[in-house]
């Protein structure tokens, strides 16, 4: 299996509790002589209000939100499939004029 890339939503094998849900990949892919590790932000479609809940609407993901506070780590091999990918805009705020 590739290493998953930054950006990119998978369909993850959470465990019996978790369940299987999509999950954005925040880690870098990793190499040969790294452990085969991701880290993600599980997404749900039970949002409870929270700051640290962030909702992002793709064509591939049922509404819902990401939430920051449950970070995981799973190995490569929980990974079923990839959904698609985020795509980043950085909003640089530009200086007040003089």
Not at 48 to 62: C, N, Y
Not at 64 to 88: C, M, S, W, Y
Request: charged share 25%; aromatic share 6%; net charge positive.
């Amino acid at each position: 299996m590739t290493s998953p890339n930054r950006g990119e939503v998978w369909l993850v094998d959470l465990g019996y509790v978790a369940k299987v849900r999509p999950c954005l990949v925040v880690s870098i892919p990793a190499l040969m002589e790294d452990r085969a590790l991701a880290t993600l932000v599980p997404h749900t479609t039970s949002p409870r209000g929270s700051r640290f809940e962030v909702e992002i609407k793709t064509r591939f993901l049922k509404s819902g939100v990401f939430d920051v506070q449950n970070l995981v780590t799973i190995p490569h091999a929980k990974l079923l499939r990839k959904l698609g990918e985020l795509e980043l805009i950085y909003k640089v705020a530009k200086p007040p004029s003089a």
